[in-house]
């Protein structure tokens, strides 16, 4: 085993993921905990996760960009919904204006973290994936910032005659680099936020592109570029105008989720009505009539309608069916329609993993993070030192990473002014509930993953909120010592054991 002179020391913190969110709490770190010594370790050989690995044609945000960029270094252009190249150039530079950069090992795969009570510390075991080379890192604090799903694949369903299929099938997950679709017949079966934006971004250059479907989801448009942003500029300092853009949008994206579980009917009227306005009476509004309430599964969401636009040209069209079986040359549906394709991509959704499939381990016994409840949305009950920042799912990502990020500063400092080793979660009087962290929402990545996932407890603070006021409340100003954060108690009973 090699070990570096950096690996023989313990670090104070050890972030996993060089993401949104590894590098969002590698910036709080830097400014709220300057003396704390860190890492990242990131599997990828570039910053930016989820930016980094999507490169299919129109990658996106689904949010828009006033909201989902750090509060600390808010989104600088008006534009609404950012492409994916822009938005990793964005973490990049953000990640270089916090000198950051010179903390990331890339090309690194955590594999085990175990938690030593005696020692008061974590072990991680970790590879290199180039060179093969096994790493030992050791910390005192691990933040998980891997987000939600696996990225060595996407998730594909079994379809029936796949292997007869003599055209190219394709997850946007693992996008070709030289994929030539020019003047090529294309499907794309789906209907989430990939799919629209994968129709419309291809539909100039192929031969036709038909939307697949089996049912439908709701699809909002919004302006490409926010034209009250633009006009303040002219009077207004940037900084003053951006912020007053993310404001407004925070509030109006908290409305529309608080509105839709609460007038579910009202919303439904209002967001098929606006669908219907765009895309006229030659297109059937079945294929944009789910057959859930709003916010059951998260809304996706496209620039000036360009997937309504582009489905009313001859470029393409869309199709609400079953797929029966592939052919050679295509898909039969179950309505007996069959359609012909070159390329058939499925944009059929995530594999949902959780704290990026690494084993965690308490003092040799290996830990199920669905027997754990989840503590303020942060940390996992009964796991000392552990966070695991996610975002929101119902907002924009870095809404919740941001809050989760510096809630954890605020902990780390709080341990050192008072000496302490070790905090954790205690539930004396709460019980786990049968719903998962993300029991919000009905998507099938997260049904599929449900059982896996930790759980909601019967009262706060084990409960997830989705509340960005509630749980900015909850994280920055409530006091840290609540009673339930146990501290140090792991490693002094150890020690006194031992002794």
Request: with cysteine.
């Given at each position: 085993?090699?070990?570096?002179?950096?690996q023989?020391?313990?670090?104070?913190?050890?972030?996993?993921g060089?993401?949104?969110?590894?590098?969002?709490?590698?910036?709080?770190?830097?400014?709220?905990?300057?003396?704390?010594?860190?890492?990242?370790?990131?599997?990828?050989?570039?910053?930016?996760?989820?930016?980094?690995?999507?490169?299919?044609?129109?990658?996106?945000s689904?949010?828009?960009?006033?909201?989902?960029?750090?509060?600390f270094?808010?989104?600088?252009?008006?534009?609404?919904?950012?492409?994916?190249?822009?938005?990793?150039?964005?973490?990049?530079?953000?990640?270089?204006?916090?000198?950051?950069?010179?903390?990331?090992?890339?090309?690194?795969?955590?594999?085990?973290?175990?938690?030593?009570?005696?020692?008061?510390?974590?072990?991680?075991?970790?590879?290199?994936e180039?060179?093969?080379?096994?790493?030992?890192?050791?910390?005192?604090?691990?933040?998980?910032?891997?987000?939600?799903?696996?990225?060595?694949?996407?998730?594909?369903?079994?379809?029936?005659?796949?292997?007869?299929?003599?055209g190219?099938?394709?997850?946007?997950?693992?996008?070709?680099?030289?994929?030539?679709?020019?003047?090529?017949?294309?499907?794309?079966?789906?209907?989430?936020?990939?799919?629209?934006?994968?129709?419309?971004?291809?539909?100039?250059?192929?031969?036709?592109?038909?939307?697949?479907?089996?049912?439908?989801?709701?699809?909002?448009?919004?302006?490409?570029?926010?034209?009250?942003?633009?006009?303040?500029?002219?009077?207004?300092?940037?900084?003053?105008?951006?912020?007053?853009?993310?404001?407004?949008?925070?509030?109006?994206?908290?409305?529309?989720?608080?509105?839709?579980?609460?007038?579910?009917k009202?919303?439904?009227?209002?967001?098929?009505?606006?669908?219907?306005?765009?895309?006229?009476?030659?297109?059937?509004?079945?294929?944009?009539?789910?057959?859930?309430?709003?916010?059951?599964?998260?809304?996706?969401?496209?620039?000036?309608?360009?997937?309504?636009?582009?489905?009313?040209?001859?470029r393409?069209?869309?199709?609400?069916?079953?797929?029966?079986?592939?052919?050679?040359s295509?898909?039969?549906?179950?309505?007996?329609?069959?359609?012909?394709?070159?390329?058939?991509?499925s944009?059929?959704?995530?594999?949902?993993?959780?704290?990026?499939?690494?084993?965690?381990?308490?003092?040799?016994?290996?830990?199920?993070?669905?027997?754990?409840?989840?503590?303020?949305?942060?940390?996992?009950?009964?796991?000392?030192?552990?966070?695991?920042?996610?975002?929101?799912?119902?907002?924009?990502?870095t809404?919740?990473?941001?809050?989760?990020?510096?809630?954890?500063?605020r902990?780390?400092?709080?341990?050192?002014?008072?000496?302490h080793?070790?905090?954790t979660?205690r539930?004396?009087?709460?019980?786990?509930?049968?719903?998962?962290?993300?029991?919000?929402?009905?998507?099938?990545?997260?049904?599929?993953?449900?059982?896996?996932?930790?759980?909601?407890?019967?009262?706060?603070?084990?409960?997830?909120?989705n509340?960005?006021?509630?749980?900015?409340?909850?994280?920055?100003?409530?006091?840290?010592?609540?009673?339930?954060?146990?501290?140090?108690?792991?490693?002094?009973?150890?020690?006194?054991?031992?002794?």
């Open positions: 085993m090699t070990h570096t002179s950096e023989d020391r313990v670090l104070d913190v050890l972030i996993v060089a993401g949104i969110s590894g590098i969002g709490m590698a910036c709080h770190l830097r400014q709220a905990c300057p003396d704390q010594t860190f890492a990242i370790l990131e599997r990828r050989n570039s910053i930016g996760g989820t930016w980094d690995l999507f490169r299919y044609p129109g990658i996106r689904d949010s828009d960009m006033f909201s989902f960029g750090y509060q270094r808010p989104w600088q252009e008006p534009k609404t919904l950012s492409d994916g190249a822009s938005i990793r150039d964005y973490l990049v530079d953000t990640a270089r204006e916090y000198d950051i950069e010179d903390r990331i090992r890339f090309g690194v795969r955590t594999t085990r973290a175990e938690w030593s009570s005696t020692e008061a510390c974590w072990t991680l075991a970790a590879t290199h180039a060179s093969g080379e096994r790493q030992v890192w050791r910390a005192r604090y691990l933040i998980l910032c891997t987000g939600y799903y696996r990225y060595d694949a996407g998730f594909t369903p079994d379809f029936p005659g796949l292997d007869r299929f003599r190219t099938f394709v997850h946007p997950q693992q996008w070709p680099e030289d994929l030539d679709y020019a003047g090529k017949k294309v499907v794309v079966i789906g209907s989430g936020a990939t799919a629209i934006t994968l129709v419309p971004a291809m539909a100039q250059a192929t031969a036709h592109i038909t939307m697949l479907q089996r049912s439908p989801s709701y699809i909002v448009s919004l302006p490409a570029v926010d034209r009250i942003s633009e006009r303040l500029q002219r009077w207004l300092p940037d900084d003053w105008v951006f912020a007053m853009a993310r404001r407004r949008n925070i509030g109006i994206q908290r409305l529309m989720y608080v509105a839709s579980r609460k007038y579910p009202l919303m439904r009227r209002l967001l098929l009505g606006s669908v219907r306005r765009q895309v006229g009476g030659d297109i059937d509004m079945r294929h944009f009539t789910p057959s859930y309430d709003p916010w059951d599964e998260r809304l996706c969401v496209v620039p000036n309608g360009d997937l309504f636009k582009t489905l009313r040209s001859d393409a069209d869309i199709v609400t069916d079953h797929i029966e079986t592939f052919t050679e295509g898909l039969q549906l179950t309505s007996g329609a069959s359609l012909d394709a070159d390329i058939v991509i944009a059929t959704g995530l594999n949902m993993q959780m704290l990026g499939d690494i084993e965690i381990a308490k003092d040799g016994e290996v830990q199920t993070p669905s027997e754990h409840m989840t503590y303020k949305g942060v940390l996992l009950e009964n796991m000392p030192n552990l966070a695991a920042i996610f975002g929101y799912t119902n907002a924009s990502w809404l919740k990473a941001d809050i989760a990020a510096a809630y954890v500063c902990l780390l400092e709080h341990m050192r002014a008072h000496g080793v070790s905090a979660p539930a004396a009087d709460a019980r786990a509930e049968d719903a998962s962290i993300m029991d919000a929402l009905n998507s099938g990545y997260v049904k599929r993953a449900s059982a896996k996932l930790p759980r909601q407890g019967d009262r706060l603070p084990w409960r997830v909120l509340h960005y006021k509630r749980d900015r409340d909850m994280l920055i100003d409530e006091p840290i010592d609540d009673g339930v954060l146990v501290f140090d108690a792991d490693a002094d009973r150890t020690r006194r054991d031992a002794a």
